[in-house]
């Protein structure tokens, strides 16, 4: 599928999703939402793409939130389903299947922000900016920014940046949790592949079973989780990919697994 407002390309079991907006700081709009959707079950159909790294176009911004010119005509029902409609995208990248990191190479606000937050790790420029900035909007995170925030860095940092609409900055952003990794900016596209290329080396399998453990586990006791856990780690036990990695350890060489 062609796109307008994305690009999109795989390498080396890497797929690449660049938001293309740079003019509007890769503001998110109605029709560059309807394309990530498309562009995320393409990623997740295609058995060569392991996993997914997401940023912006242009040396500005990841992305710098909904789009203001298409909110600002809102009436509180096309509010509800745009926020509903988002909220479905954003799960769709949640519940991939396979590894996703948002490449914060500028300003992630709002809506940006909240994509970042969807994806399963966080790397930073060193001189981005990141924040949820509704609340001078006169609205609220609507891309389950609220929800996730809170689960990520827990109500207290959620509470703050929500209630304020500050920008932080990328050390503050690791500092309470929001990022995984911050690199200097001419850093940053190698070391998040790095990091992709490393979790893209262990038994895909098992990486897909991890994430999807710690992703049930959320909304369940401890005692749940790890019942779900049990079931997951003897799901592991039954792959090739398990035997792979185990026998390859014990001869003392690199596994070479199938995804199987
Ligand atoms: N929606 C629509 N357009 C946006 C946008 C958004 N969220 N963010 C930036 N833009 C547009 C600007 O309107 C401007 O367009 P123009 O050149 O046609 O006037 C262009 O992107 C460049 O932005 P500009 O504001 O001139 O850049 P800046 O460097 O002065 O400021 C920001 C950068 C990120 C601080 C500022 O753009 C901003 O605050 N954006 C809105 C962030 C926000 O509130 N997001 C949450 C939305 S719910």
Known sequence: ????????????????ITVNRPDKLNALNHATLIEM????????????????LITGAGPKAFIAGADIEELAKMKPLAAKDLAYFGQQVYARL??????????INGFALGGGLELALACTLRTISATAKVGLPEVSLGII?????????????GPGV???WVLTGDMYDAAEA???????????????LDDTRKLAQKILSRGPVAVRLALETIARGQNMTQQEGELIECDMFALAATTSDMKEGMRAFLEKRKANFTNS
Do not use: C, W
């Not at 599928?1 to 690449?16: P, R």
């Not at 690791?174 to 940053?188: D, Q, W």
């Open 94 to 103: 949640e519940k991939l299947g396979k590894p996703s990191i948002a490449m």
């Open 174 to 188: 690791h500092r309470v949790g929001v990022v995984n990794r911050i690199s200097a900016p001419e850093a940053l």
């Open 158 to 160: 959620a509470r703050e």
């Open 1 to 16: 599928m062609g796109y307008s407002n994305l690009l999109v390309e795989t390498a080396d079991g890497l797929a690449t």
């Open 141 to 153: 995170p609507g891309y389950g920014g609220t929800q996730r925030l809170a689960r990520i860095a």
């Open 37 to 52: 959707a498309a562009a995320f079950d393409a990623v997740k159909a295609d058995a060569t793409v392991r996993g997914l």
